[in-house]
C-alpha cells in the first residue's frame, strides 16, 4: 500500500470512530481471525448496580452493608463501586477501614468496625476459612446462571451474605457480533467473571466460545496460547486487567470509556466503546489494503 493510501484509511477510521496508532496497524488488523472480547466494560457497559443482598440464618442485611459498603468504597473496581453506593443509599455513611488490601481478580479485605472483613469471589473467603452455606450457595448460583455477579460477605471467620450485582449488556454488543462472524471471524468472550454469568451474557449476544474466571494476570497466557495454534488475535478489552493483553494480541483494540492503561497498551481505539466499531476497523482495512495491493 502507499503511504498517502494508508493516510487516506486512518483518516476515514478517525471519522468513523476508530483511533489508529500508526499506519502499519492496518496490516495486522486486516490479518486478524480471532476476535478475543472481555466481558465487562466491553461487551458490557460495566456500569454495575446492587440489586440484591441475600442474608444468611440471622445476619442483619444493615450490618452487611455497612461493613462491605465500607470496604468496596476504597475500591475502584465496578463492582466495588456498585457496593458502596447500594449501601450508602440504604444505611447512610459508611465507617472507616483499616488496612485495607485489595486481592487481584478476587476481591477485598480489610478491618472494619474492629471486624476482618472480606468480599469477594467464594474462592477468596475459602482462603480465610469461611464457607459458604447451602442457603448461600443457593443464591450464588441462582443470580449466576442468570448472567449476574454474585459476591461473597464475610467476617470474623463466617460468610454471612451473598451480594448480587449486574449490569446491562450494551445495546450494540449483539450486532457487533454477528458483523464480525460475517467477516468470518470467531468471537471468543475472556472473563475473571465465574463461568455461569460469562455463558448468560455469551448467550445473550451471540458468542458460543467462552474462557471464564481467568485471573488477570492470566489473561495474557489466553492470547498466548491461541497464538501457539496459528490463530492471529485480536483483544478488545477496557481495564487495567487487560493491559498485558492488548500488548500480547496480534492487534489490541482498547475501549475509548475505558481507562488510560488499556489505551496506550493497544494500536485502536474504539472511541465510543462501541463495539461495532471493531467490525469497522476490519472492513476499513481489507478495503484499504485491498484495492491498492
Ligand atoms: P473482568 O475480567 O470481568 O473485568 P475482574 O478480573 O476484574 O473481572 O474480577 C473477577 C472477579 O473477581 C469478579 O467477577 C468478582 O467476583 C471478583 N472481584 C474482583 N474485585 C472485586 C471487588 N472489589 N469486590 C468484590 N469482588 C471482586
Ligand atoms: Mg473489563
Known amino acids: 500500500a502507499t503511504p498517502t493510501a494508508l493516510m487516506v484509511g486512518t483518516g476515514r477510521g478517525a471519522q468513523l470512530g476508530i483511533l489508529i496508532k500508526g499506519p502499519e496497524v492496518l496490516e495486522s488488523t486486516r490479518r486478524v ?5 472481555d466481558k465487562t466494560g466491553t ?3 460495566g456500569k454495575m448496580t446492587l440489586l440484591d443482598v441475600v442474608t444468611a ?23 466495588a463501586q456498585a457496593i458502596a453506593k447500594g449501601a450508602r443509599d440504604k444505611v447512610g455513611s459508611l465507617p472507616a477501614v483499616e488496612q485495607f488490601a485489595n486481592v487481584e481478580g478476587l476481591g477485598v479485605q480489610g478491618m472494619v468496625d474492629d471486624h476482618a472483613v472480606v468480599v469477594g469471589r467464594a474462592r477468596l473467603l475459602a482462603d480465610w ?3 459458604l452455606t447451602a442457603e448461600l450457595e443457593n443464591a450464588m448460583s441462582a443470580a449466576e446462571s442468570d448472567g449476574k455477579t454474585a459476591v461473597v460477605v464475610g467476617w470474623d471467620g463466617r460468610a454471612r451474605a451473598v451480594l448480587v450485582v449486574a449490569d ?5 454488543s449483539a450486532e457487533a457480533i454477528t458483523q464480525l462472524r460475517e467477516l ?4 471468543i468472550m475472556l472473563t475473571g467473571d465465574n463461568a455461569a454469568a460469562a455463558r448468560a451474557i455469551a448467550d445473550q449476544v451471540g458468542i458460543d466460545e467462552v474462557i471464564a474466571e481467568v485471573l488477570p494476570a492470566d489473561k495474557v497466557d489466553v492470547v498466548k496460547r491461541l497464538q501457539d495454534q496459528g490463530k492471529v488475535v485480536a483483544m478488545v478489552g477496557d481495564g487495567v486487567n487487560d493491559a498485558a493483553a492488548l500488548a500480547q494480541a496480534d492487534l489490541g483494540l482498547a475501549m475509548g470509556t475505558g481507562t488510560d492503561v488499556a489505551i496506550e497498551a493497544s494500536d485502536l481505539t474504539l ?3 462501541d463495539l461495532r466499531a471493531a467490525a469497522d476497523a476490519i472492513r476499513l482495512a481489507r478495503k484499504t489494503l485491498g484495492t491498492i495491493k
Open 33 to 37: 481471525d480471532t476476535v478475543v472480547l
Open 43 to 45: 461487551v458490557t457497559t
Open 57 to 79: 440464618d440471622g445476619e442483619d442485611t444493615g450490618q452487611v452493608l455497612r461493613l462491605a459498603g465500607a470496604l468496596e468504597d476504597s475500591s475502584e473496581h465496578p463492582i
Open 129 to 131: 476459612a469461611q464457607h
Open 168 to 172: 446491562a449488556v450494551k445495546a450494540t
Open 184 to 187: 468470518g471471524l470467531t468471537p
Open 271 to 273: 472511541v465510543r466503546g
